[in-house]
Structure formats: structure tokens, C-alpha cells
């Protein structure tokens, strides 16, 4: 379960160190834009020696490497590989080719380590307008691939508009990503709202994104974690709604019938497995049926 | 393989270490300034010569201005600063 | 008849002031202050020397004070905090008798039953008019609050207000009134006010100080003790102050309530005062100019003296209608001892102020602390002084897990019943050490430079010279 994932500046010791208690259900190390050129090896060693030194029970790590277009990225996989981040954030993933390239690296890491084929999961990061056009594809590219991951900023900058609060400009690029995902059978993350000091719009940002479709929500800033996760949150309503979908199918079941209603609507498989999902998450969570 | 310059790494932010390492001739000398000398002195010590140890690095002149880094961080700043110290000038 | 006299040296010769007695100051000026030291050095010129100086706080702008004890002008010192850079040479032990550290409410305690006499108090008043009424609300150098100097005011022989405002008598809505004051001395400027109170009090951006104050808030909320009345106290700390805000929406959300906000005050709890959330605050130094303006035009925020605010020995003080406060430590110890004394290497650089207090008093005293400050765990064994005993603190927040007090069993039941993540303090010390290591014991002298006496008069614990 990830509702929020919070980046993590890959050379800064005082957050990698406190990652873990920011109340993101995951991190992400962030060896790419939050690190300058001339500190890309400096921040490899030291997010390879958090994600081997620290305490991360709990919370998933997740790494952003280098793009593939760089001279980084294979020496990024190289370091935290051994240390079995659940997710590799992999940037400007503009073709099924870019994640395949990263796809092969890792089995060929995967091999050396002794490690099952596909332990790491791989999640391109859709920025660029040819990555959008291509999502569906990109999505279906590999096994390994387990969600997509939408980066709003360098996607305005290459759809040449301006990023704004609302998001009308990337209204499209949601849709569509949620669209592509789920088409795909994975699932989707939306980009972070930015404006650190904005507290109402990180609660109308992160509700847009819910109401899209989006299985959670990324964040720059430890401050909109406990928002995000409050929003992706399944209400009480939802899980108790969910149970009672699952009593109702035990329930026809045991009848020997085969089509079955609630409250007048027809409980059919989408259904059935939406309400999966509910109480799985509610599960994780620890959020028990209302017995009321 | 020993270090062939001068090189830094890390910040003097704190929770972090800044290390400096420059080529020697006659084994490890090692320079320590550190917030929490007397709590943790000594281990800052063991971890630096473990770290140089592993690299295998046998002669160097180490100098550290710790800022209260744990033990992972300075194993990273020492690291990395051995490895930019090995690359050709 | 008039109590106006031309100068701080007349007002010491005529006060009667001699070798060996007890001088005064309150510390509403704080680092902006200029009497202490006017004072002391007008005192040391008239040639006076043994002296005790009873100061309600002491802050690094005092560091002349440290060449009068050197000099043999001062030999004893009361104080209930002293901070760290003035600290670090008190803890050298050039004092020849132990600095007597109090609190808050211990301090006047003791002025008032004769236990620790005053002189001469000297009194730092930002507006006075010639009979001495005074208060700090008005005038260039204005502080708020007056709380501390209502007991020196009130106890000792002999009174001088010192002011830069002297207005025409009789001044309206004054603090201290004249029946107590003897003499009235103005001088250019009694401090300087950018060092007196900040401009605002910032609630922290630090993460991890957040995630505390969000579970401090959370605690507080599944404590039972958040509904209609309910009141409150916090420090000026980053995290504190950030615990305060999220308590502010709780409040608003719920449309709860609460009877007073208690302490020393900052804008963010007038800010609390203004949106509903208290009926009243009770205040008894302000630390910021909110705060100062806020007492100034607001009747439902009031002036309170030390005395009303937690001396153990008043007909009852506000710390015991406190429900909630929330504090900070340098360390604490598994059995829930804290220290706000002494630093890492144990240097003074700090003191109780009102931390045990209110400990004492309220129903839920917190503790707001990191697990670790620059790789030093905040749980020890042992805490190398203490500040406030354990059986005063019920629950420690840290970023890592709420640990609770064993004493308090039902708490801990209504925590975990709020899903909160209550860990035990031993877990807590283990698990803070597996990151940082276990630092090496600092090895302290044997001259006992400081006493610690706690809010009821008892010999708490010794601060002796760092090695």
C-alpha cells in the first residue's frame, strides 16, 4: 500500500537520516534532480549506506536514479540494487525502449546478486509529452514495471505551458496516465504539489488526484504527507460498504444464486474486486469494519 | 591504491561530516574535530580507519569536522572523498 | 514628598545597600536588559563587595556579571536559568558558594516566607511615574508582563524602580504599585528592545519537529483532557509552538472551547486567544510584540505575578488548574527524570524557569524532544542533572515513539486505543542508540558549582565542574 511517497534529496543527511519517521507509507531517494553534478557520487554512497544502515521496517524505499541518457544511471543501480529497493524511479521514460534498457541492467544486476527476477520493481517516471503519448506501451513494456509515476514539472516545460495550481494543463496527461495504467494493470502515482506553504491546495491537489483514479500521491515536502495519506485513506463508509459486498457474495454463494444486488445495484466483478481492494488496504492499515 | 590528491566530500550542515583526505607517505594520521568529541571521539575514529581499511587505502592524511553525523554518513563522506581521491588530477 | 532620585549610585547609598546582602532583578528585558549590569557596576564603584544576587533569569547580555564575581563583588547567585554563554563560565566555579538554581514558583516561595531575603530589589520598569507605580506594558522599552518582579517588589526592604519613560503621576494601569517602591531613578535607556522581545516567534520548518508536534497534538486530543475548559501551556520552542498550531485547528474543528492559555506568551497563543479557542490568557512574560501589544489592548489577557503563576506555597496557583504543557529537554532519563540544566558536556545552559512548575501542576505534563541531537540520544540511563523529576513528566513525544510513564497506566491505554505509537522508554533508548551508538560518560569534576533546588524547597540534584 503507498497512498503517499515523499522524495528525499539524495546528499542531505539530516532528512535521509529521519526518512523514516515522516509518515510516508514510502520514500524516495532522490538521486537525480535534488543532487548537483558534482555531487552524483557523494550522494550514491550515502543513500546506499542509509538504505543499508538504517531502519527502514515500514516504509517502502524507493529510488530515483539517473536517467538513461546519462552516465549515472547504471552506477546508481550498482549501488542500491544489493539492498532491495522495492521501486526504481526511473526519469524521462519516454519509450517501452528506455524501459527495457533499464529493464535488462537490472536483470543482469538481479543475476549477479543471486536475486529472483523481478525483486525490484521498476516505475518510469512520465515527464515528457512523447512519454504520455507512449504511456499505455511504456506501461505493458515489461513485468517488472509495477506502476507509472506522472512528473508534472519537466512535463509543462515540454509541453511549453505554464504549471499552475488548478493543473488545467495537465488535465490530459492525468487521464490519460490513470487511463494507460489501469489498461495495463498497474498502478499510477501523481505528481507533487509544490507550493510548501499552500495547505488548502495540497487538500484540493491530492483529492483531484483520488477522484482521477490515482493510486496515491508523491510529495516534495514532509508537511503534505499526513494529507495525502488522510485523502487516499478509504473512509469508514467505503470499507464498511466493501464488507458488505464481500457478505453479500459469501452470501449468494451459499444460496447457490448467481447474480446478487445492494441497495439495488447489481454486485458485479469490478465490484467485487474494488471492495478487494478497499479492505486490503483498510487491512494494512489496520482500520477495522464498523460493527455499528 | 593510494590516494593520488587532494579531495573533499560531504558539508558542514549538521547531522553531517565534511572530510578531507590528501596523499601520505608513512601510513594514517588523522584529524578530528568533532561536536561530540567526548561522547563519540573514539568511535568516530574506529569507523574512519575501518572505512580506510576496507578501501584499502594505507597511507593518508585524514582530516574530519564532524557536525554530529551518524556512523553511516561518516562511512559515506570517508568513502566518498577515497574515491575522489583516487582519480587521475 | 518625592521618591525621584538623580541616580542608580544615590538610589544603592540611600537604599542602604552594605557588604554581604541580597540585591534583586527580574529578567523581563532578557538579552535586551541594561539595569543588571548599570547596576552591578555602580555598586562595584561604591566599593560594596559579598554580595548575593537573586535574579530571576540570567542571559549572556550579563556576562559583565562574571567580572564582579571574580572580583570578589559577588559571592553568591540565585538564579532559575541561566543561559548558555554566561553558563559556560559560571560552570568554571568562580563563584565561591554553589549557584542556588530555583524555579519559577520556588523562587518568590522563598522571597516571600524570608527564606531568601532581598536587600535592595532593583526593578527594571519600561513606564513609572515619581511614586513609583510602574509596568511594563508602555514606553520604548516595553516587555508585557511584569510577573517575575511582583514578589521582589512586594518582599524586599527596600525598592528602586529604574525607568526610561517616567510619566506624570498618577499612571493608569499600572503593575507594581507605589506603596511598595522607595526610590525612582531615570536612566537614558533601561535596555535594548530589539534584544528584549523578538519581533515574531516562527513555528519551525524543520520535518522532524513537525512529526512530534503533529503526535503532541494527536496525545493531547486522545488524553480526554481537550473539551470545553480546557487549558494550556507551551513553550517558545520551535516544536512546541508548532504543537500549538496543530492543537489551534483540532480546537477550531471541534468547536472546542478552552478556558486559559498560561505562561510565558507568544503571538501564536494570542493568536489562539483571538480565534476563540481560550477564554482568557494568563500571562507572566511575554516573548514576543504580539504578545506585548496583545496585554497592552486586550482585557481577557492578563498580567500575573510568579507567585500567582506557581509558587508552591500560594493559597492555590494557576499550574494547578493547568491541564496541559508541553516542554522541552536536553535530556531525560528512563525513569522520566529531565534535564534543562546542563548540556552534553555539562556546561550550564539553562535552568527550570517554569519547566518543573508546571510539571508539578498540570494533569498531562509532555516532553517535545528528537531522539537524538547531533548523534546524542535524548534518552540516557541517567540524566547528569535533574531538572524536573520523573514522577512530574507523564509522556516524552519524540519522532520515533510516545513513551508514557508506567505511572500513568491509563493513559497509556487511551493512547493506544488513539492508535498512536507508544513505545516503552527502555525500547525507545535502545533503539535511538542502535543509530547513534552509545556515547562514552562524560567524566565531571568534583567542585559542586551549582545546587538544584526543586519547586518545594528539596536539594534535587549538584552540577559540578566539567573537567
Known amino acids: 500500500m503507498r497512498r503517499s511517497m515523499l522524495f528525499l534529496p539524495g546528499n542531505n543527511p539530516n532528512l535521509l537520516i529521519n526518512g523514516n519517521c515522516l509518515g510516508s507509507d514510502a520514500v524516495i531517494f532522490d538521486l537525480e534532480d535534488a543532487v548537483a553534478p558534482d555531487q552524483k557520487d557523494a550522494a550514491r554512497i550515502l543513500v546506499r549506506n542509509t538504505m543499508r544502515y538504517m531502519d527502514f521496517r515500514g516504509v517502502e524505499m524507493i529510488v530515483r536514479i539517473n536517467s538513461i541518457d546519462t552516465h549515472y544511471w547504471k552506477r546508481d543501480l550498482d549501488e542500491v540494487m544489493p539492498y532491495k529497493p522495492s521501486l526504481i524511479l526511473l526519469p524521462k521514460t519516454g519509450t517501452p525502449a528506455d524501459a527495457l534498457a533499464a529493464d535488462?541492467?537490472?536483470?543482469?544486476?538481479?543475476?549477479?546478486?543471486?536475486?529472483?527476477?523481478?525483486?525490484?520493481?521498476?516505475?518510469?517516471?512520465?515527464?515528457?509529452?512523447?512519454?504520455?503519448?507512449?504511456?499505455?506501451?511504456?506501461?505493458?513494456?515489461?513485468?517488472?514495471?509495477?506502476?507509472?509515476?506522472?512528473?508534472?514539472?519537466?512535463?509543462?516545460?515540454?509541453?511549453?505551458?505554464?504549471?499552475?495550481?488548478?493543473?488545467?494543463?495537465?488535465?490530459?496527461?492525468?487521464?490519460?496516465?490513470?487511463?494507460?495504467?489501469?489498461?495495463?494493470?498497474?498502478d499510477v502515482y501523481d505528481t507533487p504539489f509544490t507550493d510548501v506553504n499552500d495547505d488548502e491546495g495540497i487538500v484540493k491537489d491530492a483529492e483531484l488526484a483520488k477522484a482521477l483514479g490515482f493510486t496515491g500521491k508523491?510529495?516534495?515536502?514532509?508537511?503534505?504527507?499526513?494529507?495525502?495519506?488522510?485523502?487516499?485513506?478509504?473512509?469508514?463508509?467505503?470499507?464498511?460498504?466493501?464488507?458488505?459486498?464481500?457478505?453479500?457474495?459469501?452470501?449468494?454463494?451459499?444460496?447457490?444464486?448467481?447474480?446478487?444486488?445492494?441497495?439495488?445495484?447489481?454486485?458485479?466483478?469490478?465490484?467485487?474486486?474494488?471492495?478487494?481492494?478497499?479492505?486490503?488496504?483498510?487491512?494494512?492499515?489496520?482500520?477495522?469494519?464498523?460493527?455499528? | 591504491m593510494d590516494i593520488k590528491k587532494r579531495a573533499a566530500a560531504g558539508t558542514m550542515e549538521s547531522s553531517d561530516a565534511y572530510v578531507e583526505i590528501e596523499p601520505a607517505s608513512q601510513g594514517v594520521s588523522l584529524e578530528l574535530e568533532s561536536v561530540v568529541l567526548n561522547q563519540f571521539g573514539e568511535q568516530i575514529r574506529q569507523t574512519v580507519l575501518s572505512v580506510l581499511a576496507q578501501e584499502g587505502v594505507e597511507n593518508a592524511k585524514v582530516r574530519i569536522i564532524d557536525r554530529g553525523a551518524l556512523e553511516c554518513v561518516i562511512r559515506a563522506r570517508v568513502e566518498a572523498a577515497v574515491c575522489r581521491g583516487r582519480e587521475e588530477a | 514628598m518625592s521618591k525621584v532620585v538623580n541616580s542608580i549610585r544615590e538610589a544603592v547609598r540611600l537604599a542602604g545597600l552594605k557588604d554581604g546582602m541580597t540585591v534583586s532583578f527580574h529578567h523581563h528585558l532578557r538579552n535586551g536588559d541594561y539595569v543588571l549590569n548599570m547596576v552591578m557596576e555602580e555598586i562595584a564603584a561604591l566599593g560594596i563587595r559579598d554580595l548575593c544576587v537573586n535574579a530571576s533569569s540570567l542571559f549572556d547580555v550579563h556576562l559583565p556579571l562574571t567580572e564582579h564575581i571574580r572580583n570578589g563583588v559577588v559571592t553568591n547567585l540565585i538564579s532559575d536559568y541561566i543561559s548558555g554563554g554566561i553558563g559556560r563560565v559560571l560552570s568554571t566555579g568562580i563563584l565561591p558558594n554553589p549557584i542556588q538554581f530555583r524555579t519559577h514558583g520556588g523562587r518568590p516561595f522563598d522571597i516571600s516566607t524570608g527564606k531568601t531575603p532581598i536587600d535592595v530589589a532593583f526593578i527594571a520598569a519600561p513606564t513609572a511615574d515619581p511614586m513609583g507605580n510602574c509596568s511594563g506594558k508602555y514606553g520604548p522599552s516595553a516587555c508585557g508582563s511584569?510577573?517575575?518582579?511582583?514578589?521582589?517588589?512586594?518582599?524586599?526592604?527596600?525598592?528602586?524602580?529604574?525607568?526610561?519613560?517616567?510619566?506624570?503621576?498618577?499612571?493608569?494601569?499600572?503593575?507594581?504599585?507605589?506603596?511598595?517602591?522607595?526610590?525612582?531613578?531615570?536612566?537614558?535607556?533601561?535596555?535594548?528592545?530589539?534584544?528584549?522581545?523578538?519581533?515574531?516567534?516562527?513555528?519551525?520548518?524543520?520535518?522532524?519537529?513537525?512529526?512530534?508536534?503533529?503526535?503532541?497534538?494527536?496525545?493531547?486530543?486522545?488524553?480526554?483532557?481537550?473539551?470545553?475548559?480546557?487549558?494550556?501551556?507551551?513553550?517558545?520552542?520551535?516544536?512546541?509552538?508548532?504543537?500549538?498550531?496543530?492543537?489551534?485547528?483540532?480546537?477550531?474543528?471541534?468547536?472546542?472551547?478552552?478556558?486559559?492559555?498560561?505562561?510565558?506568551?507568544?503571538?501564536?497563543?494570542?493568536?489562539?486567544?483571538?480565534?476563540?479557542?481560550?477564554?482568557?490568557?494568563?500571562?507572566?512574560?511575554?516573548?514576543?510584540?504580539?504578545?506585548?501589544?496583545?496585554?497592552?489592548?486586550?482585557?481577557?489577557?492578563?498580567?500575573?505575578?510568579?507567585?500567582?503563576?506557581?509558587?508552591?506555597?500560594?493559597?492555590?496557583?494557576?499550574?494547578?488548574?493547568?491541564?496541559?504543557?508541553?516542554?522541552?529537554?536536553?535530556?531525560?532519563?528512563?525513569?522520566?527524570?529531565?534535564?534543562?540544566?546542563?548540556?552534553?558536556?555539562?556546561?550550564?545552559?539553562?535552568?527550570?524557569?517554569?519547566?518543573?512548575?508546571?510539571?508539578?501542576?498540570?494533569?498531562?505534563?509532555?516532553?517535545i524532544a528528537p531522539m537524538f541531537r547531533a548523534r546524542?540520544?535524548?534518552?540516557?540511563?541517567?540524566?547528569?542533572?535533574?531538572?524536573?523529576?520523573?514522577?512530574?513528566?507523564?509522556?516524552?513525544?519524540?519522532?520515533?515513539?510516545?513513551?508514557?510513564?508506567?505511572?500513568?497506566?491509563?493513559?497509556?491505554?487511551?493512547?493506544?486505543?488513539?492508535?498512536?505509537?507508544?513505545?516503552?522508554?527502555?525500547?525507545?533508548?535502545?533503539?535511538?542508540?542502535?543509530?547513534?551508538?552509545?556515547?562514552?560518560?562524560?567524566?565531571?569534576?568534583?567542585?559542586?558549582?551549582?545546587?538544584?533546588?526543586?519547586?518545594?524547597?528539596?536539594?534535587?540534584d549538584q552540577i559540578y565542574k566539567p573537567l
Open chain 3, 146 to 367: 511584569l510577573g517575575y518582579a511582583f514578589a521582589d517588589a512586594m518582599y524586599a526592604k527596600k525598592v528602586v524602580v529604574i525607568t526610561d519613560n517616567l510619566v506624570p503621576y498618577p499612571m493608569q494601569d499600572f503593575s507594581i504599585s507605589e506603596n511598595y517602591v522607595d526610590y525612582v531613578v531615570t536612566v537614558d535607556a533601561i535596555g535594548n528592545p530589539k534584544g528584549i522581545v523578538s519581533g515574531t516567534t516562527k513555528i519551525t520548518r524543520d520535518p522532524v519537529g513537525l512529526v512530534m508536534a503533529a503526535n503532541a497534538a494527536k496525545v493531547i486530543q486522545a488524553s480526554g483532557l481537550l473539551k470545553d475548559g480546557f487549558s494550556f501551556q507551551t513553550g517558545a520552542g520551535g516544536a512546541t509552538l508548532a504543537a500549538a498550531k496543530f492543537l489551534k485547528d483540532i480546537m477550531l474543528k471541534e468547536g472546542i472551547q478552552g478556558s486559559f492559555g498560561l505562561g510565558g506568551i507568544t503571538g501564536y497563543m494570542v493568536d489562539m486567544l483571538r480565534s476563540g479557542c481560550f477564554r482568557s490568557l494568563m500571562d507572566v512574560q511575554c516573548f514576543d510584540l504580539k504578545a506585548v501589544e496583545s496585554i497592552r489592548e486586550d482585557p481577557r489577557h492578563q498580567e500575573i505575578s510568579a507567585l500567582q503563576y506557581a509558587s508552591p506555597g500560594s493559597k492555590s496557583a494557576v499550574v494547578d488548574s493547568l491541564d496541559v504543557v508541553l516542554l522541552g529537554a536536553t535530556e531525560i532519563d528512563t525513569d522520566f527524570n529531565v534535564n534543562v540544566h546542563t548540556d552534553s558536556n555539562g556546561y550550564i545552559m539553562g535552568g527550570s524557569g517554569g519547566h518543573s512548575d508546571t510539571s508539578a501542576g498540570a494533569k498531562l505534563s509532555m516532553i
Open chain 1, 218 to 292: 508523491s510529495s516534495i515536502s514532509p508537511r503534505h504527507v499526513e494529507v495525502i495519506n488522510r485523502v487516499f485513506t478509504p473512509t469508514q463508509k467505503e470499507i464498511d460498504y466493501a464488507y458488505e459486498v464481500m457478505d453479500a457474495i459469501a452470501e449468494a454463494k451459499a444460496q447457490g444464486k448467481g447474480a446478487i444486488a445492494l441497495y439495488g445495484k447489481m454486485v458485479d466483478a469490478p465490484i467485487v474486486a474494488r471492495a478487494q481492494r478497499t479492505i486490503a488496504t483498510a487491512e494494512a492499515l489496520g482500520i477495522r469494519r464498523d460493527m455499528v
Open chain 3, 376 to 460: 546524542l540520544p535524548i534518552v540516557t540511563d541517567r540524566v547528569s542533572c535533574i531538572s524536573t523529576p520523573g514522577r512530574d513528566i507523564d509522556v516524552l513525544v519524540t519522532q520515533g515513539g510516545i513513551a508514557v510513564n508506567p505511572k500513568n497506566g491509563e493513559l497509556t491505554q487511551r493512547l493506544k486505543a488513539a492508535g498512536l505509537p507508544i513505545v516503552d522508554i527502555q525500547e525507545l533508548k535502545e533503539k535511538t542508540e542502535r543509530l547513534t551508538g552509545k556515547p562514552a560518560p562524560v567524566p565531571k569534576g568534583d567542585q559542586v558549582v551549582a545546587q538544584v533546588i526543586g519547586r518545594n524547597g528539596d536539594l534535587l
Open chain 1, 104 to 186: 535488462e541492467y537490472m536483470t543482469a544486476l538481479e543475476q549477479k546478486l543471486g536475486f529472483e527476477k523481478n525483486t525490484v520493481g521498476l516505475m518510469p517516471l512520465i515527464e515528457t509529452a512523447l512519454g504520455v503519448e507512449n504511456s499505455f506501451a511504456i506501461a505493458s513494456a515489461t513485468k517488472r514495471i509495477q506502476a507509472l509515476f506522472l512528473g508534472a514539472e519537466d512535463l509543462t516545460a515540454d509541453l511549453q505551458c505554464k504549471r499552475t495550481k488548478e493543473g488545467r494543463e495537465i488535465e490530459y496527461a492525468r487521464t490519460r496516465l490513470v487511463t494507460a495504467a489501469r489498461a495495463a494493470g498497474v
